[in-house]
C-alpha cells in the first residue's frame, strides 16, 4: 500500500493528508468514510475538521507554530512533532502535505497533489508554508520564552535578565533565533568570535539589524504578535478509548474485480467475448507451425501432392481462423455497446442519488470529465480485461512450446520476461503518477473554460477577456506541462522496451544458429518456430509495456469513476405513500455547509394547507439555503421535520418530493420547446397551458412565435428576457402535482401588471400552499404569516390571519 495518498480531485488534499497519517501509522481506514465525515468545500476542506475528524477516530491532534527559525538544527525538537500535517501555498491555493521524517537536514514530505514523496530544507519549507498571524498574552508565552531563552544564553555566561531589560521579549527571542540560525549553517572563528558576537548582537544592534524573515515575534500592545506556520502535529492515542463506532477499512479487492462484480447481466457476454478472443488467439499460434512443417516436411519430400493437400489444409486453417476473428470482433461490437450503456446509465444514475451538497463540491470541468470517463471505461474493460489476459495467455503457452524445444533457450526466455515485468513495476508509478496529475490539471482547465463560457457578456461587457484568458492559459500550460512529461516517459519506456526486444531477439538467433551448427539437432523449422515462439512473447509483453501509458490513464478513469459514489443514507421506500399534506411542522432545524457554523439556526416553524407565508430577509441571510432545506434537497444537521405530526422517515421519500416544489429563479430552461419546459414529460393538454398563460400574461408571447409552444429555448433560455423565463418556471410549479410550493425570488423582474395578475392568481388559489421568499413588497396575496430571516434565525413578523385550527 503507498504510503501518501494521491488526490483524486483537486481539491481533496484534506482528505488524502488524513488518509496519508493513517497509512504512515499502519492503521486501515476507508478513504469513502473520510469524505462522508470531514466536509469539503470547493475551496477544499478547513484543517479544523481535519483536526476533529482525527481526534474522534484514535488520534490526538494538535495546532502547534511551527518556528522554522528557531528549530533549525535541533533534530530532537523536529522528531517530536513528527508525523504533522502542514499547510503550504501552491498555484490554486491553500495545500496540505504531511511531514514525518528528517534525513540529511531536510524534511521527508508526502504530498497528496503528486501521490509521492520528497524532501525539502527547511528554507524551503519557510517559503513554501502558509503563515499564520497569532497574538498571545505575555501572561502566556512568558515562561516558554524565559525557558528557551535561559538555556540559549547560559552557554556563553550571559545573564538573561540584563538581555531581557535591554531588549524585551519579543527582540531577545528573535536576536536568539538569528543567531542560532547563524551559528548552525555557517559557523563563527572560534567559540571567542561567537561569544562576541552574540554580545554585540544583544548590546550593540537595532532590530534592523535584524533580517525579516527573523522577526518572528513583535511586542504589540501588551501581546506578543507570532507570525509563523499553524502545523497539526498528529499522535496515536495512548490510552485505550472504546471506540463510538468501527472504522471501516478500505475496499482490498483490486479495482478491476470492483468493477467486474458491477456488471451484473453483462458478465455473459464478456465470457463469451473472452471465450472468442482466446480461441482466436489460440488458432493464430497454430500458424506459428505452418513454416516449420513447409520445411521440415513438405519441402524435403520434392513431391507436388504432398504441397498441394499442404496448401488446401493451409486454406481451411486461414478461412477458419477469419471466423474466429470476424465472430470475437463481431461479440466485441455488442459488448462493448452494452458496456457503454451500462456504464454511461450508471453514471445517470449516481447523479440523480446523489445529494446536492455532494455534487456541488466538484467543480464543473471535474463532473464533465467524469462524464468522459464513462465513455473511455468501455475500452478499458476490454483492453484490460481481454487483451492483456490473451497476451498473457499467449506467452504462457508459447513459453510451454519453446521448452520443449530447447530448455536452456527458454530460460533466457523466461528471463527477459523478467525483465519485461521489473521495467513495468518501476515505470509504471511514474505513469500513473501524471496521469492522475494530468486528469486534474485538465479538470480545473476545463471548469475556467465552462466559467468563461458561462459569463462570457458579462467578461465582454468588462472588456477583461485577457484577464480571464490568462487564468485559462496557466491552466492549459499546466495540463500541456504534465502531457509533455508524461509523453517523454512514455517515449523513454518504449525505447527501453524495443532495446530489450532486439537484443533478446538477437541473441536468440544467434544461440540457435551456433546450436544447429555445432550439434546439428536443431532443424531449420524449429529454429523459425522458436523464433516465431518468441517473437510472439516479446511482442506480447512489448504490447502490455507499450499501452502502459493507455492502462495507467485508464486506471485513474476507472478508480475516479467508482470513488463518484456518494454513500448517502437509506431512504425510507415503504413508507405512507397515499397521503395529503395537512400539515408540516420545522422543529428546532439546524443546518450548516459546515458542523460548526450553522447557516440556520433553531428554526421552528408550521405551515397548514392552503397557507400562504412570506419570507424576507437580506441577500446572504439565509433565504435560498432555508427554501432547500424545506423541499428536503439539503438535510438538516439537526431537528425534526413533522408531516401531519408524524416524523418525515415514515413517509415514502419518491412521494414526498413529489408533494413539495421549489422554483427559483436560477432554475434552468432546458433547449427545448416551450412546452416540454413547461410540461416536463407529464401529460398536460395545450388548452390548459394557454389558459393558464393567459392569466400571468404569457399568452401574448407564445401566440407572437409562430411555432407556438414548439418555440425552442435556447440554452438557459438566453432568447428569453427575465420576466418571460420566470413565467415558463411558475408554469411548470402550477402544473406540478406539489400541494406545497416554494417562490424564491421568483415575482422579481416581471413588469407591474404581470406580476399583479400572478400575484392574484396565487392568492385565490386555495388548492395549494405558497412559500413566498421576496425581498420586494408583495401588496396582492393576503399572507396567512410574515417571517424574516436575519444571521440564519428566523423571526415572525405577523401572526396568523384566520387561522385554519
Known amino acids: ?62 495546532f502547534k507554530l511551527f518556528d522554522i527559525n528557531y528549530i533549525a538544527g535541533n533534530e530532537a525538537n523536529l522528531q517530536e512533532l513528527f508525523p504533522f500535517i502542514l499547510p503550504i501555498e501552491n498555484k490554486n491555493g491553500l495545500h496540505y502535505v504531511v511531514v514525518n521524517e528528517l534525513k540529511n537536514k531536510q ?167 473472452i471465450f472468442a478472443a482466446l480461441f482466436s488467439a489460440a488458432t493464430a499460434q497454430i500458424a506459428v507451425f505452418t513454416n516449420q512443417i513447409m520445411i521440415d516436411n513438405v519441402l524435403p519430400t520434392y513431391n507436388l501432392n504432398t504441397l498441394v493437400l499442404f496448401a488446401i489444409g493451409l486454406g481451411i486453417y486461414k478461412i477458419f481462423d477469419i471466423f474466429t476473428t470476424v465472430y470475437k470482433n463481431f461479440v466485441g461490437i455488442h459488448l462493448g455497446n452494452a458496456l457503454d450503456k451500462y456504464f454511461l446509465f450508471s453514471f445517470d444514475t449516481k447523479i440523480n442519488h446523489s445529494s446536492l451538497s455532494y455534487i456541488h463540491s466538484y467543480k464543473k470541468g471535474d463532473l464533465m470529465e467524469r462524464v468522459s470517463d464513462s465513455l473511455k471505461l468501455k475500452s478499458f474493460f476490454m483492453k484490460f480485461f481481454t487483451n ?170 476507472l478508480k475516479r469513476y467508482l470513488d463518484f459514489d456518494e454513500q448517502t443514507k437509506k431512504v425510507c421506500k415503504k413508507g405512507i405513500q397515499d397521503f395529503s399534506i395537512e400539515k408540516i411542522e420545522f422543529q428546532n432545524l439546524n443546518y450548516g455547509y459546515l458542523p460548526d457554523e450553522f447557516v440556520l439556526k433553531d428554526i421552528n416553524l408550521k405551515i397548514r394547507k392552503g397557507e400562504k407565508i412570506k419570507i424576507e430577509g437580506q441577500n446572504g441571510s439565509g433565504k435560498s439555503t432555508f427554501s432547500k432545506v424545506l423541499t428536503t434537497l439539503y438535510h438538516p444537521n439537526s431537528g425534526s421535520i413533522l408531516i401531519n405530526e408524524r416524523e418525515k422517515k415514515f413517509y415514502n421519500d419518491d412521494k414526498m418530493r413529489d408533494k413539495i416544489l421549489l422554483v427559483t429563479n436560477e432554475d434552468t430552461l432546458f433547449n427545448d420547446t416551450i412546452q416540454n419546459n413547461i410540461i416536463l414529460g407529464k401529460e398536460i393538454s395545450v388548452e390548459a397551458i394557454l389558459d393558464i398563460a393567459k392569466q400571468i400574461n404569457f399568452y401574448d408571447f407564445i401566440a407572437s412565435k409562430d411555432d407556438g409552444l414548439d418555440f425552442i429555448i435556447n440554452e438557459n433560455g438566453k432568447n428569453l428576457s427575465t420576466g418571460q423565463r420566470k413565467k415558463i418556471l411558475l408554469l411548470r410549479a402550477l402544473f406540478s402535482q406539489a400541494e406545497l410550493i416554494i417562490l424564491d425570488e421568483v415575482l422579481s423582474g416581471m413588469d407591474i401588471e404581470s406580476r399583479n395578475k400572478i400575484e392574484t392568481m396565487i392568492d385565490e388559489d386555495h388548492t395549494k400552499t405558497y412559500i413566498i421568499i421576496s425581498h420586494e413588497p408583495i401588496t396582492n396575496i393576503n399572507f396567512s404569516k410574515k417571517y424574516k430571516i436575519a444571521n440564519g434565525e428566523l423571526f415572525i413578523l405577523q401572526h396568523e390571519v384566520n387561522p385554519i385550527y
Open 388 to 557: 492483456i489476459l490473451v497476451d498473457v495467455s499467449v506467452s504462457i503457452y508459447s513459453l510451454c512450446i519453446l521448452f520443449f524445444i530447447d530448455k536452456t533457450l527458454t530460460l533466457i526466455v523466461l528471463g527477459v520476461m523478467i525483465l519485461f515485468f521489473l521495467w513495468f513495476k518501476f515505470i509504471t508509478p511514474y505513469l500513473k503518477q501524471n496521469e492522475r496529475l494530468r486528469y486534474m490539471r485538465k479538470a480545473d482547465f476545463l471548469s475556467k473554460m465552462m466559467e468563461k463560457v458561462d459569463g462570457i457578456q458579462v467578461i465582454k461587457s468588462f472588456r477583461i477577456e485577457r484577464f480571464h484568458s490568462t487564468k485559462i492559459f496557466v491552466s492549459i500550460n499546466e495540463y500541456l506541462k504534465i502531457q509533455l512529461r508524461n509523453g517523454y516517459i512514455d517515449l523513454l519506456n518504449k525505447i527501453v522496451v524495443a532495446l530489450i526486444v532486439i537484443v533478446s531477439t538477437i541473441f536468440i538467433i544467434l544461440f540457435l544458429t551456433k546450436s544447429a551448427i555445432e550439434t546439428q539437432i536443431i532443424t531449420l523449422g524449429q529454429i523459425v518456430t522458436f523464433i516465431a515462439l518468441s517473437s510472439k512473447i516479446f511482442s506480447s509483453l512489448k504490447g502490455i509495456l507499450d499501452d502502459n501509458l493507455t492502462l495507467q490513464e485508464n486506471e485513474v478513469i
Open 1 to 62: 500500500m503507498p504510503i501518501t495518498d494521491p488526490q483524486l480531485k483537486s481539491n481533496d488534499c484534506g482528505i488524502s493528508a488524513i488518509k496519508t497519517i493513517f497509512n504512515i501509522y499502519q492503521r486501515k481506514i476507508s478513504r469513502k468514510y473520510i469524505e462522508q465525515n470531514v466536509p469539503l468545500e470547493e475551496k477544499g476542506s478547513r484543517i479544523s475538521d481535519i483536526k476533529n475528524f482525527l481526534n474522534s477516530n484514535g488520534f490526538k491532534a494538535k
Open 107 to 273: 524534511l521527508k514530505i508526502y504530498d497528496p497533489s503528486k501521490g509521492s514523496q520528497y524532501f525539502l530544507s527547511l528554507q524551503e519549507i519557510k517559503r513554501k508554508a502558509h503563515f499564520n498571524k497569532n497574538h498571545w498574552d505575555l501572561t502566556d508565552t512568558e515562561e516558554k520564552i524565559v525557558t528557551i531563552c535561559t538555556q540559549d544564553l547560559a552557554e556563553y555566561h550571559i545573564n538573561y535578565k540584563n538581555a531581557l531589560q535591554e531588549n524585551g521579549y519579543a527582540l531577545l527571542f528573535n536576536k536568539l533565533t538569528y543567531f542560532k540560525y547563524l551559528k548552525e549553517n555557517f559557523g563563527f572563528k572560534d567559540s571567542e568570535a561567537e561569544r562576541n558576537f552574540i554580545k554585540d548582537l544583544l548590546k550593540n544592534q537595532e532590530i534592523s539589524a535584524i533580517p525579516n524573515s527573523f522577526k518572528i515575534l513583535e511586542f504589540e500592545k501588551g501581546k506578543i504578535k507570532n507570525n509563523s506556520p499553524l502545523i497539526l502535529v498528529v499522535k496515536e492515542e495512548t490510552q485505550e478509548i472504546e471506540p463510538q463506532q468501527s472504522i471501516p477499512e478500505e475496499d482490498s479487492r483490486s479495482l478491476y474485480w470492483q468493477l467486474f462484480n458491477q456488471l451484473g447481466e453483462y458478465k455473459n457476454l464478456w465470457y463469451i467475448y
